[in-house]
């Protein structure tokens, strides 16, 4: 399966994400969060460096639990920042 590439749009949303997890985990390790959300360290490593920068729906819900954090507050920080961040389908949406 090919990919495409990811636009810059999306990956500044995955570094919104990753950093907004990074914070909210605060000092506990990765470890610690990983396995309390059932996904592996590697995988919460590349959501909070923006290596994935588009996880699975459930992957980040699991994140959001463990780490106490809301999905209202999840798509607060990845929705974009001002109009012109949007893709333009987003805009007619």
């Avoid at 399966?1 to 990074?22: D, F, I």
């Avoid at 729906?57 to 001002?82: H, I, K, N, R």
Wanted: hydrophobic content about 45%; overall charge positive.
């Amino acid at each position: 399966m090919v990919r495409n590439p990811l636009t810059p749009w999306e990956r500044q949303r995955g570094e919104r994400l990753g950093a907004l997890l990074r914070e909210a985990r605060g000092r506990r390790s990765m470890a610690e969060i990983a396995a309390a959300a059932g996904v592996s360290a590697e995988t919460l490593r590349k959501i909070e460096t923006g290596r994935a920068p588009t996880p699975a729906f459930f992957t980040v819900a699991a994140l959001a639990g463990a780490l106490g954090v809301s999905m209202d507050q999840l798509a607060a920080v990845c929705a974009p920042v001002e109009e012109g961040d949007r893709p333009a389908d987003a805009l007619t949406a």
